[in-house]
DNA sequence: CGTCTATTTGAATGTACTCAAAAGCGGTGG
DNA sequence: CCACCGCTTTTGAGTACATTCAAATAGACG
């Protein structure tokens, strides 16, 4: 049942099967009805996630009240708000569920256990911050120099199969756009 | 003549002055004329800088040739393209002084033995990618949900200062606008 | 002092937004 | 299983934000 995630791992480091049970036993296991939060702006967020399946969002809400989503998390994704769960601050993000979804999920105590057991995830975690800001510089880059158009085909390539799992509104928050634009957009291009 | 930087440390740690040696004693020391560069697109970035003073950017060219500024980093700053640093792998980005500039650095290998003689330095240096991560987070959701000029706004609160010390087409391509743009916007607001 | 680059200005254009209305779709209860 | 309600997507007209191009002006540097 926890292949996935241990398929991650071996993404990035080499584990025996005696690491593999030291680390599953300290997985939480947990699943998540569509539309509920597994974090608040304004908490502290206590948990770094696994997406076994389903999918995750977070999202930044606005003075307006207006939701812009900075990121996505289906399955074999990573989620958590990293400022939030590594410095102990209340997160400005929230995350939730877009659908029925199911995580395995580390305590930062829980990982920190794991580092003194399992050394070698010290790699893999360095690994995955690195990995997170290459995607936020990225992103940046593209905000600074692509058209919505180009921006839109990048989402598309970067989350191969799941533009027709979510709604195009979330779509087009993340993309920095008007879900009316997007809608012309695809029109337009037959996309 | 290393007061700054051990102000810097002193933000999140607290050093003796025997580990202040410590670090002194492993710090390169450099300055850099203007329009020179510390690191080229394709390049390793080799080392982390501080900026003593003078200040540095960081940017990238896109396939048209274009510039578009990443980050600026003014004196008590920490400079480098992080992913390349710390996973060794070649960088997208450029990283080249406005001004003429006074750097620290630290390669890798010595950072490594720092963390080892100065244990301490790894929360902060933990810190430090926590904070580049808030930043980067930050700019992505100002993209995404606020006008130019809001950006703007936030551009001279965050750096506050600098806006006088560089040219206006820096200022202009970090903000994701045209330098036209940016002059337009300047003169209706009497900014 | 002259050259080169940066900034300003203006006109025309394009990209993306707002608002509002209509159509589509999904879930829920009868 | 159908009908209805609420939310999402589409569509269109009018508008605002930001761009391009070009020319004029101002600044920086050798």
Request: charge should be positive; glycine fraction near 4%.
């Amino acid at each position: 049942m926890s292949e996935l995630i241990l398929s991650n791992f071996a993404m990035h480091i080499d584990l025996s099967p005696e690491e593999k049970m030291r680390i599953v036993s300290r997985l939480q296991h947990r699943k998540i009805g569509k539309r509920n939060f597994l974090l608040r702006q304004g908490e502290i967020d206590r948990n770094i996630y696994f997406v076994n399946w389903g999918c995750l969002r977070m999202f930044y809400t606005d003075q307006d009240g207006s939701e812009h989503n900075i990121c996505f998390y289906p399955e074999n994704w990573w989620a958590c708000d990293n400022v939030s769960f590594f410095k102990e601050t209340p997160a400005v993000n929230n995350i939730q569920a877009l659908e029925e979804t199911e995580v395995y999920s580390l305590s930062l105590s829980n990982l920190e256990l794991l580092f003194t057991e399992v050394p070698k995830l010290e790699r893999f975690f360095r690994i995955l911050v690195q990995n997170g800001f290459d995607l936020y510089q990225n992103r940046i880059i593209a905000n600074l120099s692509k058209t919505a158009e180009e921006r839109y085909v990048e989402f598309r390539r970067l989350y191969s199969g799941l533009e027709s799992r979510i709604a195009q509104k979330h779509i087009a928050t993340y993309l920095g756009i008007t879900p009316a634009f997007l809608s012309m957009m695809r029109k337009k291009k037959g996309l």
